[in-house]
């Protein structure tokens, strides 16, 4: 190895090789709009990037599955205020059914809107969202009732089944000993 003759052009070509290297690192931390881009950027920070990466995606599932719930209940909602609407509707059909001076072919026609009606309502009851039936608890991929003019309620037994999901869990979960983040 030759030896340069001049120790601070040496020392000042070293200075030019970190400039340009921290020029370059700095041009790559911009264009890519990250600081650490490989490990080796920063070592002691690749665990903490890691938990965030972590709680990053976390997150975005969190907020995925609050939009999936939201949708449920707004349909739900939407669908259970239609039910009320129908059940008032019913009441008047009932009130004018029970009417003395009513003719029969009167009552056939109300009969007619009742079951259009319990139609209706029956729909409403087997609502869906993004292929599942809000209304069927657990079994969500059954429609929970169907049309059956034979039984005393105009409609078929429950077939779902009580509801045990749940889509998110609280910030802070109680165990016996601690309080953890859940």
Do not use: W
């Not at 030896?3 to 970190?18: G, K």
């Not at 881009?37 to 903490?48: A, E, I």
């Not at 599932?61 to 239609?82: A, F, M, P, R, Y």
């Amino acid at each position: 190895m030759i030896n340069s003759i001049n120790p601070s052009a040496d020392n000042f070509l070293a200075n030019v090789d970190r400039i340009q290297a921290r020029a370059e690192r700095a041009q790559r931390q911009l264009s890519s709009g990250l600081r650490v881009t490989k490990p080796s950027d920063d070592p002691d920070q690749v665990g903490n990037i890691l938990q965030l990466s972590s709680t990053l995606a976390r997150n975005e599932q969190i907020g995925h599955n609050l939009d999936q719930v939201k949708s449920e209940v707004d349909t739900g909602e939407q669908t259970l205020s239609q039910a009320v609407s129908t059940l008032e509707q019913a009441g008047v059909l009932a009130a004018q059914g029970a009417n003395f001076t009513a003719s029969a072919s009167t009552r056939a026609g109300l009969a007619n809107q009742v079951q259009d009606l319990l139609d209706r309502l029956i729909a409403g009851a087997n609502s869906t969202v993004g292929g599942r039936y809000i209304f069927g608890g657990d079994t969500d991929q059954v429609p929970p009732y169907g049309l059956d003019l034979t039984s005393a309620t105009g409609a078929t037994p429950y077939a779902g089944s009580a509801a045990t999901r749940r889509r998110c869990r609280p910030l802070y979960a109680t165990s016996s000993s601690t309080n953890r983040r859940g």
